[in-house]
C-alpha cells in the first residue's frame, strides 16, 4: 500500500532550527512535496526535491534519499510565523499525491 | 478575483440534503482537483479533472460527483448528504499540463462543511 509517515507534533524555540522528517512508501515515485498550512487556512507550496540532495530556499531546506524513501524539511532562524502544519506528499507513478497526515510544529518564546 | 474562490466558506447541512460546492479559477490553470482534509488524516482526493471536459476519480469519490464545463469552474455535488462528509473540503489548480511544476497546486481557502 500507499503510505506516509511524519510526526503529529514538534516543538521547538524561536531562532532555533528545526528538522521535520518524511518517509514515503508509494507506487512509483515522481517527486517529493512539502507545504505549509496555517491553522484554518489553505496548504501553501514549498518546495518539490525528485533527485536526491537537499534544495535550499531561504530559510528552509528540503532533503530528499529516494533509496531510504525518505525525506526531511529543515527550517533555520525559526520565527513565530512558522508556527503551522507541514505537510509532506509524494507523487505516484500515476501523478497523484499521497499526502501525509501533516506534522504541527509549535514555536515558543 | 484572484486565484481560486471557494463558496460557501461554511455550510451546516441536514443529512439526505443535496449539496454543491463552487470553485472557481482565474489563473487559466489546466487540472483542477477536489480534496477533503480531516483530522488525523492526509489529504484525500476526491475528483481532479486534467482539462476541461474531462474528469476522473480519487481516492474517496463515493458519493461525490464533479463536472468541468470550462477551464474556470469544477463544481464539487454531494447528492445526498451523510454525517461522514462532515469535513473540510479544498479545491486546488495546478498548470503542470501547461510547463510549470508537477504536483505544485494552489488551494483555495476551503469550504467548512458540517452534515448533521
Known amino acids: 500500500g500507499q503510505n506516509i509517515d511524519q510526526p503529529t507534533e514538534m516543538t521547538a524555540t524561536e531562532g532555533a532550527i528545526v528538522q521535520i522528517n518524511c518517509t514515503y512508501q508509494?507506487?512509483?515515485?515522481?517527486?517529493l512535496f512539502w507545504y505549509q498550512q496555517h491553522a484554518g487556512e489553505a496548504p501553501t507550496f514549498l518546495s518539490y526535491n525528485v533527485l536526491d540532495g537537499l534544495e535550499e530556499k531561504g530559510r528552509f531546506s528540503s532533503f530528499l534519499s529516494r533509496s531510504k524513501g525518505y525525506s526531511y524539511l529543515l527550517l533555520k532562524e525559526l520565527q513565530m510565523k512558522d508556527s503551522a502544519s507541514y505537510l509532506c506528499a509524494s507523487m505516484d507513478s500515476n501523478y497523484q499525491l499521497i499526502w501525509g497526515a501533516g506534522t504541527k510544529l509549535i514555536i515558543k518564546p | 478575483i484572484a486565484g481560486i474562490t471557494q463558496a460557501p466558506t461554511s455550510q451546516i447541512l441536514a443529512a439526505g440534503r443535496r449539496m454543491t460546492l463552487r470553485c472557481t479559477q482565474d489563473m487559466r490553470h489546466n487540472a483542477m482537483y477536489w480534496y477533503r482534509q480531516d483530522l488525523g488524516l492526509g489529504l484525500r482526493l476526491i475528483h481532479y479533472?486534467?482539462?476541461?471536459?474531462?474528469?476522473g476519480k480519487g481516492e474517496v469519490p463515493d458519493g461525490y460527483s464533479v463536472s468541468r464545463a470550462n477551464t474556470d469552474d469544477f463544481p464539487l455535488t454531494l447528492a445526498s448528504a451523510v454525517p461522514s462528509q462532515t469535513s473540510v473540503y479544498f479545491c486546488?489548480?495546478?498548470?503542470?499540463?501547461?510547463?510549470?511544476?508537477?504536483?505544485?497546486?494552489?488551494f483555495g481557502e476551503g469550504s467548512r462543511l458540517t452534515v448533521l
Open positions: 486546488a489548480s495546478s498548470d503542470e499540463y501547461s510547463g510549470g511544476t508537477p504536483g505544485e497546486l494552489f
Open positions: 479533472s486534467n482539462t476541461a471536459g474531462t474528469t
Open positions: 508509494t507506487s512509483g515515485f515522481n517527486g
